[in-house]
């Protein structure tokens, strides 16, 4: 019986354990010695600090710009709501000649409610889906830095474009009026 050690052997077995030293090894002697490997890319640590704080910057400021948008939201439909309930009156108000003033003024105010509700969707959609679509187009063009600042400069655009709602949404009535300036000052009231 020819018998060898070769013929016997098993096949190796990976074992969790002695890969996961490796790996911590490997890890440690990178630290050690931070070089970079020829074929690895380096890391422009700097580079990517600063478009760090720029996306930081413009989320904050995205942030902002959603609760603006969500404010004027809410006032559109809270509009509509004391629209509702007082529709029946206003409508009753519409069959005379001497009241008929009354009922356009509340058919002003519902199409104006109604007009927040609409330019926040419309304006959400359009920004939104351009966003994201310059964003990924700067990316590869630019380098990380420039990404971060174009991606501040338009949040920055977003939040501005959000105030302009009431006077987008009044371009068919203008009876609601509310245009959000008792939120600006009181804001203001908060800087010193």
Not at 26 to 52: C, F
Not at 82 to 89: H, K, Y
């Amino acid at each position: 019986a020819s018998w060898s050690r070769e013929a016997t052997r098993r096949p190796p077995v990976d074992n969790p354990r002695l890969n996961t030293q490796r790996r911590l090894d490997r890890i440690k002697s990178l630290a050690a010695n931070p070089s970079v490997e020829p074929g690895q890319p380096q890391t422009d640590i700097t580079g990517t600090m600063v478009d760090a704080i720029g996306l930081l910057l413009a989320f904050i400021v995205i942030l902002i710009a959603s609760i603006v948008f969500a404010y004027f939201s809410a006032v559109g439909q809270i509009q509509a709501a004391v629209g509702i309930v007082l529709g029946p009156i206003a409508i009753s108000l519409g069959f005379s000649s001497y009241t008929r003033n009354y009922f356009m003024r509340w058919l002003d105010w519902m199409i104006h409610s109604g007009m927040y509700v609409v330019m926040v969707a419309v304006l959400v959609k359009l920004v939104g889906a351009n966003i994201a679509n310059a964003v990924s187009k700067a990316t590869p063009a630019s380098g990380a830095t420039v990404t971060g600042a174009y991606a501040f400069d338009l949040a920055v655009f977003v939040l501005l474009l959000a105030f302009e709602i009431p006077k987008l949404a009044g371009m068919f009535g203008s009876g609601a009026g509310a245009t959000g300036t008792g939120a600006l000052k009181l804001a203001k009231s908060f800087i010193p």
